[in-house]
């Protein structure tokens, strides 16, 4: 193979994460009670996947659709709004891990109160968190670790060392909010930790009036 073939092989070639990972993308809720910004979270039916969980609306990006798209449409499906109510500011930071790629997205929902959403069957029930309270509240994090194992049939004479290769444990971090009446934890806590971060980053403070 010359070095022609070789360039036309790749120069289409558009990079991205090595790896089977699925793409999904959430929202990151925010609507205003008396007057104050909140988070709004989902709890998980118990007949889906996660049931029970804490979670933001969203899930898998489909054939075509951008992340944003995605977001927009499973947040409007999920929480039987229109899509015009659904106000998108920014997208965070996103989370990568060995099975999936998470992309979140923070944003107003428009014209609605807590009180006069009606979730589709996905959602068990949503609530509420003031920005405040999140903002005066740090987390626990704690760190999981995971390690290897291989079986019988693992072809440890294709590596260094053989049965002695000394592979590492995968340690993963943990978020965790402390909650009167919720569980907030895992992926969800990590998105709005760091959502929280940017904030008090932010050289401006954010006020309940500013809604623009």
């Known amino acids: 193979m010359n070095k022609r073939t070789i360039q036309q092989k790749i120069q289409t070639h558009r990079p991205e ?6 793409q999904f993308a959430v929202f990151l809720p ?11 979270y989902e709890v998980r039916a118990d007949h889906i996947s996660q049931a029970g969980e804490t979670s933001f609306p969203g899930g898998t990006i489909e054939s075509g659709e951008t992340p944003k798209m995605a977001a927009i ?3 409007s499906e999920e929480l039987n709004i229109p899509i015009d109510w659904i106000d998108v500011w920014q ?3 996103y989370l990568v ?18 009180d006069s959403l009606h979730p589709n069957k996905e959602v068990d029930y949503v609530f509420t968190i003031p ?3 999140l903002l005066n509240q740090t987390p626990i994090i704690k760190t999981v670790s995971y390690q290897a194992q291989t079986n019988d049939e693992f072809p440890y004479h294709l590596i260094n060392h053989g049965k002695k290769y000394p592979f590492r444990n995968i340690k993963h971090s943990i978020t965790m ?20 971060q940017l904030l008090k980053k932010a050289p401006n403070k954010v006020h309940s009036d500013d809604r623009q």
């Open 91 to 93: 997208e965070l930071d």
């Open 73 to 75: 449409r499973e947040t």
């Open 131 to 133: 920005l405040t309270d």
């Open 97 to 114: 891990s060995e099975w999936a790629i998470v992309h979140c997205f923070v944003g107003e929902i428009k014209n609605t109160t807590l």
């Open 177 to 196: 909010y402390q909650l009167p009446n919720e569980k907030l934890w895992g992926m969800t806590a990590t998105l709005t930790y760091q959502f929280i």
């Open 30 to 40: 925010l609507i205003i009670v008396k007057n104050q910004y909140h988070v709004l």
């Open 17 to 22: 994460i090595i790896g089977d990972q699925k």
